[in-house]
């Protein structure tokens, strides 16, 4: 096995979810990577298996206590494992490309997904755990971010997509957004294709996307010319 994906979740039922479709799920079932979603709950605290409590200092909803999780943590992240431990946070480093590239080259990952408002400050620091931010918004959960960034590192992964190019050349590899795509029909509600596109000079073609990939790129997200990828 290549990679291997655990996640921590009081929703395990959520997986494979979107991740068991498409290029991520033949994948999956060709073996390239393998996905346990593990239950938070079942390290949870006497019968009723509680995994939260209410917060220090006071205030509103509930935070996921440290020992439950760190309990959840080891048993499936032994000290030997090599992979990254990572935990959905909106305060986290906001999702990137090149952190996608990285872990794709790795053994894997352990994802612990937040509920409620959180979980204990404590136990990310003991596990050391690295926060991953979607974006800046707030989901109610980690769940769905996980199966995001996942979804991304999987297609990254040796032999999940068809022909190596097609990952070289996308948003965000080099530095810059996409150039526009087009395919038949020739002509639609009026519309054509750049002649250049149907020319045959490959040469041109070339010069054309990556100027229109800067164009677009200055006009979409300034920030992405400023950054050292
Ligand atoms: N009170 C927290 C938000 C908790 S949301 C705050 O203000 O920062 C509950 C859980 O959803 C979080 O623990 C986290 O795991 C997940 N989550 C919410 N927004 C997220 C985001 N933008 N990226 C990644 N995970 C997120």
Known sequence: ??????????????????????????????????????????????????VDDTPAGGGPGMVMRADVLAAAIDEASPAHDKRPRLLMSPRGAPLT????????????????CGRFEGVDERVIEARGLEEVSLGDFVL?????????????VVRLI??????EASGTEESFENGLLEYPHYTRPAEFE?????????????????KWRRAEAERITRERRPDLLKKDL
């Open 97 to 112: 490309q090149a952190m996608v590239r990285r872990w794709a080259k790795g053994p894997g990952l352990l994802i612990v």
């Open 1 to 50: 096995m290549n990679f291997r994906a655990s996640v921590l979740t009081l929703h395990p039922e959520m997986f494979p979810g979107p991740l068991g479709f498409s290029l991520c799920g033949k994948a999956l079932s060709g073996g390239l990577w393998s996905l346990e979603s593990r239950p938070i709950r079942a390290h949870g605290i006497g019968t009723h298996r509680m």
């Open 158 to 163: 040796p032999g999940v997509m068809g022909k």
């Open 140 to 152: 109610s959960g980690g769940e769905v971010a996980a199966m995001a960034l996942l979804e991304a």
């Open 190 to 206: 009026g519309r054509t294709i750049p002649p250049v596109l149907t020319s045959g000079h490959h040469g041109e073609v070339a």
